[in-house]
């Protein structure tokens, strides 16, 4: 985090609590008795910024409702960054990371002290002198009777692992068995697997206990008249439309068997050359044929789906597949500390363990979590936009995967140079190149960053440029230059199309424009260096300063960026 951005932070979507503390803060209570003002202290914001799922408590800023905060600097903890660190610790048992930052801008007054507070356990408020804290407006509260219920909730135990009542080894599909046992012996690399009894299988995968079977042997194995009596939302839903705007569906197929046995079949619905065709990407005399959805992505986002669902929801996973694109929707939102955000990242506790265990052991899933990685990183590799969960909310997760391929030149090469490397890109790597590619040049991944530029994979002007390009293949696979002069290409196509929209634009306006992708402060660089250039003109007013091109591009009849880049390479 740096200066710049905390400056433009909100307290409550960036989960961030901003105090002065110019000098001295309550760290514990201290001696007060009111239990309200004992809780405004730093062990009582840790507390509740972790039962919000983690977020920052900031010294030495000045919060305010019209952007950017001013610093006002402190002194809290100077020098003892460590022992506050260990303190926190010893007291809550959080490990909370502190960080002294300075703002460039300020000669003095300018130290602010970060606090990182990480998420609570699963199904674990965390408390402050026996109470669970929250905060509201400017105050610390405990939670209410609901709040604390829906985090204790948290622990309820894994219904996959729950005994069905009434199911016997007759309700068990003998060919789902069958692939059990195949994949189990593969993935363990003992054949012998395969001649295990079926009441041995069954019983070491967890499936079994005493005669009785658990409803992860249902999900897996059971046959559709078992799954009708005892779970009949246990039903994958497949519905084509040949647009975004049709209501009614052009073909439905309801699949209700054991997913062992389903996996290939929906594989199969899906993958009808209509429904999904090759997709051709040609360089120089080789031409790369792209399924439009990829078999591995969408097994594994079905697994996750019947994985990750909540049972008591009588919902059914639909996939609703359209030509260029796949929902894939299941019941439950995202399990307790995943969001969108940290979906790559976190690791998450499965809501029906068994299953995803007894789908690792038999080579189903990989390890733990890594589903998701498994298709960002094929995503990334057939050129396609990222797995997109922005229609996920607290009652269902809606997966949306498509079939575009957003930039041909970007597919090439990433398959140039993965191939015959001996240690391929990582997911991480991959989405750090695609930041680039699209202009992105702010929370990137530091370690992959670095990597990258040692290997000519990116590379900027200079050391203390932050803004990065692809490497020279990609340009010379896009035919088209990384920079014109010292900028670069995407940067001027972005402000040449702000003077598509006005003649006369704000800074706000670039700002708005470059969106992510850059800092405000590398905005203000970029613009300053244009009109120092005199490709752009400054109109001075008492209030705001707007920007126009320079009349010499305004003259000119043709296209704007084409006078744009015609003047910076005079």
Known sequence: MTIQEIKRLRETEDKVEFKEAKRNFNFDGGSHSDPAERRRCVLGYVVALANEGGGYLIFGVKEKKELPHEIVGTTFGEGKTGALEDEIYKRLSVRVKIEELFDSEKTENNRVLVFKMPSRNLGDPLTFEGVPLMRIGDSLRAMSNAELFNILSERVSDFSATICEGLTSEDLDPEAIALMKAGYAKKQKNPAFETLSDTQILSDLGLSENGKYNYASLILLGTRKALRKYLP?????????????????TARK?????????????WDYVNQPASNPLLHVQHKFKIYDISAFNKEVIREAVLNAVGHRIWNDLGSVVIKQ??????????????SGVTKDNILTVRSQPRNKRVMEVLEKTGEVERSGQGV????????????????????????????????IVDEAFYIFLNEIQDGRAEKLNVFDLLTLDKVRQGISTDL????VEKLQRE???????????KYVLGDLYYEIAQQPAYIKEYRLRDLQIVAGCFEKAKEVYMKDF?????????????????SKLEAEKILTIIKAQKYTRYTLNNDIIRLNENIYSQFLKKLSE
Do not use: W
Request: charged letters at 25%; proline letters at 5%; glycine letters at 4%.
């Open 233 to 249: 939302n246990a039903e994958v839903i497949i519905e084509y439309r040949l647009n975004h705007s049709m209501i009614p569906y």
């Open 254 to 266: 309801e699949f209700q068997e054991s997913l062992f046995t389903v996996l290939d079949k929906i």
């Open 322 to 335: 359209y030509p260029d694109s796949i929902n894939i929707i299941n019941s439950g939102g995202f399990p």
């Open 373 to 404: 990685d498994k298709m960002y990183y094929i995503c990334l590799m057939e050129g396609k936009p990222l797995p997109d969960y922005s229609q996920t909310d607290d009652y269902q997760v809606d997966l949306c995967l498509r079939a575009t």
């Open 445 to 448: 991944y530091d370690v992959s």
């Open 456 to 466: 000519g994979l990116i590379k900027s002007q200079s050391a203390a440029d932050k």
């Open 511 to 527: 700002v708005e424009a470059f969106h992510s992708q850059l800092s405000r402060e590398q905005v203000r660089h970029l613009i």
